[in-house]
């Protein structure tokens, strides 16, 4: 992630930095109610990241649980 790309939600952008370290990349998009996407490049699989999740604790579980299926990639 770029400089000024965190999500506002600390919660969201806590799990999207492990995932981060974890080998996957995350791309922001700024478009509408998405905030941008986390990509695992070797499967291609995208999990979509909104700007403002209701619940920002299962947003950000939900992300964890995208990291882990997708540790053992590649």
């Known amino acids: 992630m ?3 790309d965190r999500h506002q939600k600390k919660d ?3 799990a999207l ?3 981060e370290a974890v080998g996957l990349k ?3 998009t700024g478009r509408g109610h998405r905030w941008g996407y986390l990509i695992c ?3 291609n699989d995208r999990y979509k990241v ?3 999740p209701q619940n920002q604790e299962d947003e950000a579980r939900d992300i964890n ?3 882990r299926r997708h540790t053992n990639c590649a």
């Open 65 to 67: 649980r995208f990291t």
């Open 2 to 4: 770029a400089l000024g």
């Open 26 to 28: 995350v791309t922001r």
């Open 12 to 14: 969201v952008e806590a």
């Open 17 to 19: 930095k492990r995932a």
């Open 50 to 52: 909104p700007c403002t």
């Open 41 to 43: 490049c070797p499967c």
